[in-house]
């Protein structure tokens, strides 16, 4: 039972570069979504998609693209890495039941120098 | 906007009950959540609350009262394991989308 399986794991960019953070889920749930976090700053939501072929912003979108590929697979893609955006990466799905209840992968460190 | 207030850390020792309180200000709302994340693992739901008054789940409480835009977390019987940072996270006007707060690093003593 993978549950939300996030890769790579770890990356290390040079700024300008570009990159894609893959997220595919196998509980069929029809939420997906893609937080950042930083030390002392909680979890910030980036984008999410409610459903298959809707996405959405969220608090921190500005450098960042989203695709929901369909209702397992929900990317991220930095078209631009700067160093600001050094960060981990989660993405994290639910079923859209009234429980508050995400999903989490387990995390994708990413460094920009 | 969004705003989640909770306390940066807290200590207690083995066997102790602790209170994580969080105060949250969202411009929709439908219930407040807890997690818990240990060190360099990644977040994990602990309880939900969609209307006012205490749930429990084992040595977990969770309180709400959306009047006051109040809710805690409740650890009984502190263990070792229970040391983490604790995060409330608010049910905003978007199905299933949360709001996090910035968290509580909770230490247990021996």
């Known amino acids: 039972n993978a549950g939300v399986t996030q890769t790579p794991k770890f990356q290390v960019l040079k700024t300008g570069q570009s990159m894609t953070l893959q997220c595919a889920q196998d509980m069929n749930h029809n939420s997906m979504y893609w937080y950042r976090q930083d030390p002392g700053m909680g979890l910030r939501l980036i984008y999410y998609?409610?459903?298959?072929?809707?996405?959405d912003k969220g608090e921190v979108p500005n450098g960042y693209n989203v695709s929901r590929l369909n209702k397992r697979e929900f990317s991220l893609r930095l078209e631009s890495a700067a160093p600001s955006q050094t960060s981990v990466y989660f993405c994290?799905?639910?079923?859209?039941?009234?429980?508050?209840?995400?999903?989490f992968g387990e995390g994708s460190r990413l460094t920009v120098l | 906007g969004q705003s989640l207030e909770q306390p940066s850390e807290v200590t207690a020792v083995e066997g102790a009950i602790v209170q994580i309180n969080c105060t949250y200000q969202t411009s929709g709302f439908y219930g407040l959540s807890w997690y818990q994340q240990h060190d360099g693992g990644a977040p994990t739901f602990l309880s939900y609350?969609?209307?006012?008054g205490l749930e429990e789940t084992g040595r977990f409480s969770s309180f709400l009262s959306r009047s006051d835009s109040y809710g805690y977390l409740l650890l009984q019987e502190l263990q070792m394991k229970d040391s983490a940072s604790y995060f409330c996270?608010?049910?905003?006007?978007?199905?299933?989308?949360?709001?996090f707060g910035r968290g509580t690093q909770l230490t247990v003593w021996p």
């Open positions: 996270a608010a049910r905003g006007s978007t199905l299933g989308r949360l709001y």
């Open positions: 998609s409610a459903s298959e072929g809707t996405t």
């Open positions: 994290a799905s639910s079923s859209n039941a009234n429980t508050g209840e995400l999903f």
């Open positions: 609350n969609a209307l006012d």
